[in-house]
């Protein structure tokens, strides 16, 4: 028996199912939603590994515009109004001879060409001065010592200067860290033994202006300084067994074997200029006449740390000649002209004419070879780089015009002539190109023109000056200037890279919103199609059930029969 319409009978409305609605809805998507994707895949996507697929149009735009961008800096040193001031032909080298001194320059170029001549006479110091010995078994006891005073020299010399540190109810780091709190002095607790320390207190910076005078008063415990509680006399903390002490000059000895201290006191004390006196085991020594005294020893130990007063490296300036002109400043830096940074490490032999530091600035010629195949490279690999877009079938660059005339404009400035009259170009100054395209550099006939013609090579790509047809006066840009300008313009405002990208994303952005809305429109149409086949599925159900009571009387009247 036949089947009959929509095959009813035969149980058909399960056939309008999911299945069939996806088999449709997938079918109509290659033709509307996917032609799109491969659009969009075209601009955004990444090459994979396996090489089967490369980059889409934006990654291969980035990557000419940096390609361009390398060109860029290539060019760089041949433009002359660089913004680091310094070109290729601008670039110098550097011979030193000699230990005295060190070279240095925040660039070479800035620096004139000659020779320097440096002898260092003397190196500037800072005062160093020590304590004496400490235990470490007092180190956090208070010293309650009375005050210790440093004053510093100044420019005039005169310590004018001073600051004052009471150590009453301060331990030896205390003390220390109070001393450092004045920019132009330094002091530190130093561990010169096993069990002992000492106090350094140094000038902040070197040379005479910066000398320290330090002074303290009562016992002195910490060895610096001679002065008592009065400024005008001194007061010894030990006394010498045998000896020479010097006051103001005039010496006074012990044999430290028939005489005794209070016969030491008694020598001074018999002086005309000095009063002194021998009390509790100290020697105490003034000035008949109240003025400040001088107090040196020789050979023994006065409670003094040292012959100068615990000073261990006296302050004084550098002494040096540059060039014949003599220098006497604080520090060992001296900067002289265009730039050149000398500092003083060691004192040449005063005995030895001939001992003393050089260096010769020259103007060094040999970087253009190296800076101009660095421009031929980076030229060529751009050449390659777009090329490859240009002529390949399955590359996914669109606006193939645009890279046609960026790569038309910079041969046009690069192979174009230059100078006042034309007469300068890169083919007869030592660059050739080949049937391909390559550009390279003639080494043999460039360093002619280094050797011969070396202004001739700075014209190509440095601006000249003269005037139009009327006698004006103008300028006529080199090929750095004008290669430099017009790259560097590309992918700015309205460069041709910077329109290029913003037409590549208003294509990316119009594609994205394509996509939404045939995907919206096809989810909306199946949506439709599926409520649709299910009432058509009920319908035909129904149908189908009618025709099986149908049937089944048909058969029974002819059974009947």
């Known amino acids: ?61 980035a ?30 080298s550097a011979n030193t001879t000699g230990t005295s001194v060190v070279f240095d320059a925040a660039s070479e170029s800035s620096l004139n060409t000659g020779s320097t001549i440096v002898k260092v006479d003397q190196l500037a110091t800072r005062d ?132 005794s201290y209070q016969d030491l006191a008694t020598k001074i004390d018999a002086s005309a200029t000095f009063n002194a006196s021998y009390e509790n085991d100290k020697l105490i020594i003034s000035r008949v006449d109240g003025a400040e005294v001088s107090v040196t020893q020789d050979d023994f130990n006065f409670g003094l740390a040292s012959s100068k007063n615990g000073q261990t490296i006296q302050a004084q300036n550098l002494n040096a000649t540059v060039n014949g002109v003599e220098y006497d400043i604080s520090s060992n830096v001296i900067t002289v002209d265009g730039g050149l940074k000398i500092t003083a490490v060691e004192a040449n032999d005063p005995n030895n004419p001939n001992d003393y530091s050089t260096i010769s600035i020259e103007e060094d010629s040999t970087y253009v070879e190296t800076y101009l195949q660095n421009f031929v490279n980076k030229y060529n690999e751009l050449v390659e780089l777009v090329n490859t877009e240009l002529y390949s079938a399955d590359s996914p660059m669109r606006d193939t015009d645009s890279l046609r005339t960026m ?37 043999e006939r460039l360093n002619e023109v280094i050797a011969d ?45 910077y329109t290029y990208e913003e037409r590549l994303t208003e294509r990316q952005e119009t594609l994205e919103e394509e996509k939404e809305k045939a995907e919206k429109a096809l989810e909306s149409k199946y949506s439709l199609l599926a409520q649709q086949f299910a009432s058509y599925a009920t319908i035909i159900t129904q149908m189908e059930s009618s025709f099986s009571g149908l049937s089944l009387m048909i058969e029974q009247s002819v059974a009947s029969n």
């Open 453 to 497: 013609d070396y202004e001739s090579l700075k014209s190509l790509f440095f601006d000249s000056y003269g005037k139009d047809a009327n006698g004006e006066s103008q300028t006529i840009m080199g090929l750095g200037s004008e290669l430099k300008e017009y790259i560097d313009a590309l992918d700015g405002f309205e460069g041709i890279l």
């Open 1 to 61: 028996m036949a089947d009959g319409i929509l095959g009813l009978g035969s149980g058909q409305a399960s056939t309008l199912n999911q299945e069939l609605i996806d088999k449709l809805k997938d079918a109509e998507r290659k033709s509307t939603v996917e032609p799109i994707e491969n659009r969009l895949d075209a601009i955004t996507r990444v090459a994979s590994e396996d090489g089967e697929t490369s980059d889409g149009e934006k990654l291969k735009l």
């Open 128 to 259: 160093v001065y020590q304590s004496v010995l400490i235990n470490s078994a007092n180190l956090e006891n208070d010293i309650n010592d009375g005050e210790l005073t440093i004053a510093i020299a100044g420019d005039d010399g005169l310590f004018s200067e001073s600051y004052t540190f009471n150590t009453a109810n301060k331990n030896y780091e205390e003390l220390v860290t109070e001393i450092n709190y004045n920019a132009n002095i330094t002091a530190s607790l130093e561990k010169v033994s096993d069990d002992s320390y000492r106090i350094v207190i140094k000038s902040a910076n070197s040379g005479e202006a910066n000398a320290l005078k330090i002074s303290q008063s009562t016992s002195q415990s910490l060895g610096f300084g001679t002065t008592s509680t009065a400024a005008n006399s001194y007061t010894s903390t030990d006394i010498p067994v045998a000896g020479s002490i010097v006051i103001d000059g005039e010496t006074f000895t012990l044999d430290g074997t028939t005489e």
């Open 63 to 92: 990557a000419i515009t940096a390609k361009a961008n390398e060109l860029l800096e290539a060019v760089e040193p041949f433009y002359q109004f660089t913004s680091s001031g310094t070109t290729v032909f601008d670039l110098k």
């Open 407 to 443: 790569m038309e404009s910079i041969k046009d400035k690069i192979f174009k002539n230059y100078g006042e009259n034309g007469e300068f170009n890169i083919f007869n100054l030592g660059l050739d190109l080949d049937k391909s395209g390559t550009l390279s550099v003639d080494t």
